[in-house]
């Protein structure tokens, strides 16, 4: 079965610092990668994804992640965080064999202090 | 419009109560979801609709009941619920199932019903 690990629960940052999320999937097939973000009180938003094409893409809110086959990584990054980034973190796979199941990781907490 | 929208968004029911959630969306997604979120835990698959048929079905215990009455609409029944059911229960929509589209399958999450059972 395919799993998706985020690599930290909690996160806690002070205004620009940087910010980088560890993503990893267990399976080799064809993926669809996304990073999806939940801020107190709100829905899932899109942040960013990634079908293929370029490595490196660009999400909103100056969010970006790196795709690396060969590690089955997907990390987050934003160079320099504001206190409104403080919200909850989740990676999420769509497996080509699977159909249309979205499996989540477990998400991370972040917190940015003012 | 590229909306999911969800109601009630607060319910609270006796575990001998029937209920239904309900779930729109008009962006002709054909692919629709039911998740489950527990506090401060990821997004947990329910159900996938594809093509208003029911593709994956999670092992959700029969007390969940889903229906696609139409290519818009996702509805999940409740009957005879426990207290442990009480979440955040999210439905989604997305173009297709990704074997059709070939590539996009973004999905779009409503706010949410968050359930309690009492």
């Known amino acids: 079965a395919q799993s998706v690990s985020q690599h930290n629960h909690h996160v806690i940052l002070s205004e620009a610092a940087s910010l980088e999320l560890g993503c990893n999937y267990s399976y080799g097939g064809t993926v669809n990668l996304f990073w999806y973000v939940q801020y107190p009180g709100q829905h899932l938003q899109l942040l960013l994804k990634y079908f293929s094409g370029d490595p490196l893409v660009k999400g909103i809110k100056g969010f970006e992640a790196e795709f690396i086959k060969s590690k089955f990584s997907f990390n987050l990054r934003k160079p320099s965080v504001q206190w409104s980034d403080t919200a909850e973190y989740f990676c999420?796979?769509?497996?080509?064999?699977?159909?249309?199941?979205?499996?989540f990781g477990g998400g991370t907490r972040v917190l940015v202090k003012p | 419009d590229t909306e999911v929208t969800q109601t009630p968004k607060h319910l609270v029911m006796g575990m001998t109560n029937k209920k239904s959630l309900k779930c729109e969306q008009h962006?002709?997604?054909?692919?629709m979801y039911w998740y489950k979120q527990k506090a401060k835990k990821p997004p947990e698959l329910m159900f996938v609709?594809?093509?208003?048929?029911?593709?994956i079905n999670e092992s959700v215990p029969s007390r969940f009941s889903p229906e696609c009455p139409n290519s818009s609409l996702l509805n999940l029944h409740l009957h005879a619920l426990q207290p442990e059911d009480s979440a955040l229960y999210l439905c989604?929509?997305?173009?297709?199932?990704?074997?059709?589209?070939?590539?996009?399958?973004?999905?779009?999450f409503g706010q949410g019903t968050r359930l309690t059972v009492v």
């Open positions: 962006m002709g997604h054909r692919a």
């Open positions: 999420a796979v769509n497996l080509k064999a699977a159909g249309n199941k979205l499996t």
């Open positions: 609709y594809s093509y208003e048929k029911l593709s």
């Open positions: 989604a929509s997305s173009q297709g199932p990704l074997r059709d589209t070939g590539t996009n399958t973004e999905a779009f």
